[in-house]
């Protein structure tokens, strides 16, 4: 059986290890007390995460689910709806903290390729009766990991922020993988989430930091994040040895994302060749693949029988697969994947008779 080692791990951006660089910076960092504001590192990632994103500040979470459920609850109360897509991670993936930790119930919307308009959020804004739960938030996903990595154009964000603004709702961007968006869409990080309230990015998918996400905001909405994130027990003292990686990833990483976004591509050219597989090539916009087994394929034994091929690979669903590129893995691991994927979808093609 072959080593980890060995394995092309297409699982998820998650995964990396820390560069070179990371480690020795990590190794070398100057550390202190962050819940007492005196980590000089945290204290410049932050700074330099707030000017990135043209904001007054920043706070370093462990997690973009804290980031995210932190947003939300600067933006609502008890009782309240928050509107998001029908497949976002809040809703999915964050252990049901918009009702746990903010008291608040998703109202969902379905978005084309997980991309939201104005027009579709409009209509599910609650009416203003005294009986009715009230919208309280419009939270945002781009780009959208369970629609594929898809990105939401500017233009739709503009709409959508001049429209929330008409109706005076705050709106909160789930900005996990937004430097992958920005990418794609040729336009700065800043000029892509100018119109949100808050904004979380991760440090620790696409951009290979080890550990760590980012909120952005006013002031006082950092200053308030921060007795949130004490709350949930992200108040982490000499953590500038994270915050240390997490720098470079901010500065270094972005400019290599084209590169993910291609070897994605390389693979889901490699899907949309086999007859027993579906795949929307139009929703592979940056470095998430995802694509159905034809009649009813078992997804877990496939994935299964890819690791026995040498290649690590998601099921997300009964007959759903998703590849993620990312820092580790190469154009050679990635060619090489895309062959051995061309062989299993290739078994799974009864034989003519």
């Not at 204290?43 to 995210?68: K, S």
Request: aromatic residues 4%; proline residues 3%.
């Amino acid at each position: 059986m072959e080593t980890m080692a060995h394995l092309i791990d297409l699982r998820s951006d998650t995964v990396t290890k820390p560069t070179p660089a990371m480690r020795h910076a990590m190794a070398t960092a100057e550390v202190g007390d962050d819940v007492y504001s005196e980590d000089p590192t945290i204290n410049r990632l932050e700074a330099r995460a707030a000017e990135i994103m043209g904001r007054e500040a920043a706070i370093f979470v462990p997690t973009g689910t804290m980031g995210n459920q932190i947003g939300v609850r600067l933006h609502t109360q008890h009782g309240k709806e928050v509107i998001c897509e029908a497949r976002s991670h809040i809703l999915d993936w964050e252990m049901a903290m918009v009702a746990a930790f903010a008291g608040c119930q998703c109202r969902t919307v379905a978005g084309e390729r997980g991309i939201l308009t104005w027009e579709k959020i409009k209509a599910a804004i609650a009416p203003v009766i005294y009986y009715k739960a009230q919208t309280a938030l419009i939270c945002l996903e781009n780009t959208h990991n369970m629609a594929g990595g898809t990105v939401t154009p500017l233009a739709n964000l503009k709409e959508i922020w001049a429209g929330a603004k008409a109706a005076g709702l705050p709106v909160h961007l789930d900005g996990a993988r937004v430097f992958n968006a920005a990418a794609a869409a040729g336009v700065s990080v800043e000029e892509l989430t100018s119109g949100f309230d808050t904004v979380m990015f991760c440090l620790s998918k696409g951009l290979g930091a080890p550990v760590g996400s980012m909120l952005v905001g006013t002031k006082d909405q950092i200053a308030e994040a921060r007795i949130h994130r004490k709350a949930l027990g992200g108040g982490m003292r000499q953590a500038g040895i994270l915050a240390a990686a997490g720098l470079i990833a901010l500065e270094e990483m972005p400019k290599r994302l084209h590169e993910d976004h291609e070897n994605a591509r390389l693979l889901a050219e490699a899907v949309a060749g086999q007859e027993s597989a579906e795949i929307d090539l139009e929703a592979v916009q940056t470095n998430i693949v995802i694509f159905q087994l034809k009649d009813k394929g078992d997804a877990p034994a496939f994935v299964a029988g890819l690791k026995e091929r040498g290649v690590l690979a998601s099921a997300i669903g009964p007959h759903s697969v998703r590849f993620v590129t990312h820092y580790d893995v190469s154009r050679e691991d990635c060619a090489a994947a895309a062959e051995m994927v061309k062989q299993a979808l290739g078994a799974l093609v009864p034989a003519a008779v």
